[in-house]
């Protein structure tokens, strides 16, 4: 079955910097969208940023844009996120999610997650 | 960016209840709204899709509907997994936003 699995996250002081990792199994991983979402302590989620298939279209949350880049590695079914210039308001569980197309329409849909990476920003 | 917003924030019901969650969007979004469900200390799972779409296999007790700017998410008859917060989410443009949540608990 589909497996999403992250790993990266830890504890890090303001303005540092971390990359997080999401490996894929199971499915033709150079075929779907992939997305990052964030959650904080007790709070609600907040999608953070997508990739295209192919790498060739990327999007952010204004709340990252410029710090935090999303990248791709499909001879190793890999998903990756950049963050730099972390501040505390970026401490949350980060799961990554298959994206995929539902319908005529093509709806966008997240449905498959991973368990979450937990990133902690503290000094 | 479009704020979606779920009512209420928090609901108390029973096994066998009939429950409803709405959620409304800032502007329209068609039917290109998401529901979710998150179990405690588990990662979200997709329950229906495009407004009104059953995602495969999760069962019909779970419902949805809507178009443009309201939307509704019903369980025809509560089960004890079903306790969890809910999100609805537009997928029309991005940032691809999630409402706050609603916290189905157990009365």
């Known amino acids: 079955q589909v497996q999403l699995v992250e790993s990266g996250g830890g504890v890090v002081q303001p303005g540092g910097s971390l990359r997080l990792s999401c490996a894929a199994s199971?499915?033709?991983?150079?075929?779907?969208?992939m997305h990052w979402v964030r959650q904080a302590p007790g709070k609600g989620l907040e999608w953070v940023t997508f990739?295209?298939?192919?790498?060739?279209?990327?999007h952010y949350a204004d709340s990252v844009k410029g710090r935090f880049t999303i990248s791709r590695d499909n001879s190793e079914n890999t998903l990756y996120l950049q963050m730099n210039s972390l501040s505390a308001e970026d401490t949350a569980i980060y799961y990554c999610?298959?994206?995929?197309?539902?319908?005529?329409?093509?709806?966008?849909?997240?449905?498959?997650w991973g368990q979450g990476t937990l990133v902690t920003v503290s000094s | 960016d479009i704020q979606m917003t779920q009512s209420p924030p928090s609901l108390s019901a029973s096994v066998g209840d009939r429950v409803t969650i709405t959620c409304r969007a800032s502007q329209s979004i068609s039917f290109y709204l998401n529901w979710y469900h998150q179990r405690l200390g588990q990662a979200p799972k997709l329950l229906i899709y495009?407004?009104?779409s059953l995602q495969s296999g999760v069962p019909s007790r779970f419902s949805g509907s809507g178009s443009g700017t309201d939307f509704t998410l019903t369980i025809s008859s509560l089960q004890p997994e079903d306790f969890a917060t809910y999100y609805c989410q537009q997928s029309y443009s991005t940032p691809y936003t999630f409402g706050q949540g609603t916290k189905l608990e157990i009365k």
């Open positions: 495009g407004a009104s």
């Open positions: 999610a298959k994206g995929d197309y539902g319908g005529d329409s093509g709806i966008v849909m997240f449905d498959y």
């Open positions: 990739i295209r298939y192919d790498g060739s279209d990327k």
């Open positions: 199971a499915f033709t991983f150079n075929s779907y969208d």
